[in-house]
């Protein structure tokens, strides 16, 4: 089970720093990954990380701007959200990948597991 939080309403310009904990076993293989729903938008892929040696990748147009990290103490993945814009509000959805065959990092939401709840990120103008 994935317990995604850390949303809010941010000014544009903002920070927010959304978290996501997992209940349960997350594998050396497995990855983790953060992707976003607009209004009226598909959902769609924001960044992710390989939970073993923390491996990361980015959708463009937050690089620079995001960053996503994991402490394995604590089965918690975090994305770090600076210089918000208003077209980053979404809800924020944290996946998990099992990946026992130890293939790439993905952007593909088909190949995640498992979702957590999903958390609003509003960013006003």
């Known amino acids: 089970q994935l317990q995604a939080s850390g949303g809010g309403l941010v000014q544009a310009g903002g920070s927010l720093r959304l978290s996501c904990a997992a209940s349960?076993?997350?594998?050396?293989?497995?990855?983790m990954g953060w992707f976003r729903q607009g209004p009226g938008k598909e959902r769609e892929f924001v960044a992710a990380?390989?939970?073993?040696?923390?491996?990361?990748i980015y959708r463009d147009s937050v690089k620079g701007r995001f960053t996503i990290s994991r402490d394995n103490a604590k089965n918690t993945v975090y994305l770090q959200m600076n210089s918000l814009k208003p077209e980053d509000t979404a809800v924020y959805y944290c996946?998990?990948?099992?990946?026992?065959?130890?293939?790439?990092?993905?952007?593909?939401?088909?190949?995640?597991?498992?979702w957590g709840q999903g958390t609003q990120v509003t960013v006003s103008s």
């Open positions: 349960g076993t997350i594998f050396s293989s497995d990855h």
């Open positions: 990380i390989s939970w073993r040696e923390g491996n990361t």
């Open positions: 996946g998990i990948r099992q990946n026992p065959r130890r293939t790439p990092l993905t952007t593909s939401g088909a190949q995640y597991d498992l």
